[in-house]
């Protein structure tokens, strides 16, 4: 299926003409077969990279969770002691490069497009933002008031519940059944989760949640190939 | 595309039967309505030359199939892409006629 030169226009459409540029494919099914194919080219060069989107996340929760767990076992445990500040900075810094290594993949992408699909991963991406500020500034209204174990299982449980929630929301967008599978099963084991209690939540949300995240980027990645 | 009884290789879009304009709006039907992309991108998905795409491109746009814009991008200038509402029904048409020659029996 190389792209030839132009030959000359043939009059009359048929199956039967010889294979060129202006000729038509052999037959039906390879014509098929052709559009099948020139579509997955295009839609894999407009698709963001699976593994650049969910796996930099995946990692952080799976790792900062895990130290969040080790250092803040359930019932006040310490199953490792690292100092307390280890576990929130390293999320953090996760986070922050998970978020860098999205917003880079993802954008380098949506540029290749212009119209209302570039409007529409705006408002997507700010709605992120806008949410976690809100539930932000929500939850440092009441940290201080709750035992330091619940006032951690409020701050993760409401970021986890805002994740599942803005996946679902994402698949709804996109019609991408994956990514409405993730946010679903986020969204579950982390009620889960929360109900356990505190130490337990992040073991879950670490292996579950970080491991889903993990699963979600591997299925998409092997679609796309 | 109305009649659909024996639909014969004369009831196909000529404009479209060409495999490398038929290759060219597989790949712009890709995109949503009234989404553009780049004639660079374009060409880079379809492997084809800059002469050859604008070749073509020219002939779709005449027959009223895709839209080509000129734009800047910044100071760049840009050259932008879409399948029109009319080359989108042609495609449709054009491959349900496709089925229907694989699958005489079956619904068009």
Known sequence: MTPTEDAPSSDSPSFDAPSSAEAPPVDPAESLALIARERANLGRELTPDPRLMYWPWGFAWLVGFTLFFLRFGPDGRVFVDLPAWLPLLTLTLLFITAGIVTGIAGGRVSRRITGPSNRQSLMYGLSWSIAFTAFSVVFAQFSSVLPEAQAGLLWAGGMVALTGALHMAGGAIWDDRNLFLLGAWTSVINIVGVLVGPGWHSLIVAVAGGGGMLVAGLIGWLRLR | ?108
């Open chain 2, 1 to 108: 595309m109305t009649d659909h009884s024996e639909p014969g290789v004369t009831e196909l879009d000529p404009v479209i039967h060409a495999q490398a304009r038929l290759r060219v709006v597989s790949a712009l039907s890709v995109l949503r309505d009234d989404d553009r992309i780049s004639f660079p991108r374009l060409q880079e998905s379809l492997r084809m030359t800059a002469g050859n795409l604008s070749v073509h491109l020219r002939k779709l746009e005449d027959a009223g199939y895709v839209e080509v814009t000129k734009t800047h991008h910044g100071r760049t200038p840009a050259t932008l892409v879409r399948l029109t509402r009319r080359g989108r029904l042609a495609f449709d048409d054009y491959t349900a006629a496709l089925r229907a020659l694989l699958d005489p029996q079956g619904g068009s």
